[in-house]
């Protein structure tokens, strides 16, 4: 009686399990589309890098005060002799120091004319350019004898999907002017 019992229970579980599968195959099969083909979905977007320039500048450097002072010492010590050797009192002595002082100041000056120096600065910026990039992949899939397109970020795993999954997903069309307003909505917040 055991070995009956146990050859009922387990034909009865055999069915269960072959009636669910066949439901499940029969429904599964139904909601399935092929998929005909494959292939990458590029759109051209902004890409940032970023560009580097040399620039040249021209300084002029001109002497400072500072830079005759050796020739205001130097024209003072000579206008205090010459003005001691023409007559050997203070006021010669003073009047020629000033005086020697303020031409070697000017001839300092003419000596050491301003120069030009040329440096170089190292200037970067961000630019943008166009490029090619995949974002997706263009499926191409037949359900009940009709033919669609649709754009899916994954690449599909096997031959059939289901038909919801493609549902979900933008056709190319859609895809491109959805791609197309935020391009536009880019370029105006520039």
């Known amino acids: 009686m055991n070995k009956t019992k146990f050859i009922i229970i387990g034909s009865i579980i055999a069915a269960i399990i072959f009636a669910t599968l066949s439901i499940t195959y029969f429904l599964h099969d139904n909601k399935m589309a092929k998929i005909v083909s494959v292939k990458p979905f590029m759109i051209t977007q902004k890409v940032p890098y970023r560009y580097c320039y040399n620039k040249q500048y021209t300084i002029q450097k001109k002497p400072g005060d500072e830079d005759n002072i050796i020739g205001g010492v130097a024209g003072g010590a000579a206008g205090g002799l010459i003005g001691y050797a023409i007559a050997p009192s ?3 002595v003073g009047v020629g120091a000033v005086g020697g002082t303020l031409l070697g100041q000017q001839v300092e000056k003419h000596v050491n004319k301003p120069t030009n120096e040329t440096k170089t600065s190292r200037n970067c910026v961000i630019k943008y350019k166009k490029e090619k990039v995949q974002n997706g992949y263009i499926v191409s899939y037949t359900y009940k004898d009709q033919f669609g397109e649709r754009i899916l970020m994954g690449m599909p795993a096997e031959n059939n999907i289901p038909i919801s999954s493609l549902e979900m997903a933008p056709t190319p ?7 197309n307003n935020n391009v536009d909505s880019d370029s ?3």
């Open 188 to 190: 105006e917040s520039e």
């Open 90 to 92: 203070p006021v010669a």
């Open 173 to 179: 069309e859609q895809a491109k002017a959805q791609i």
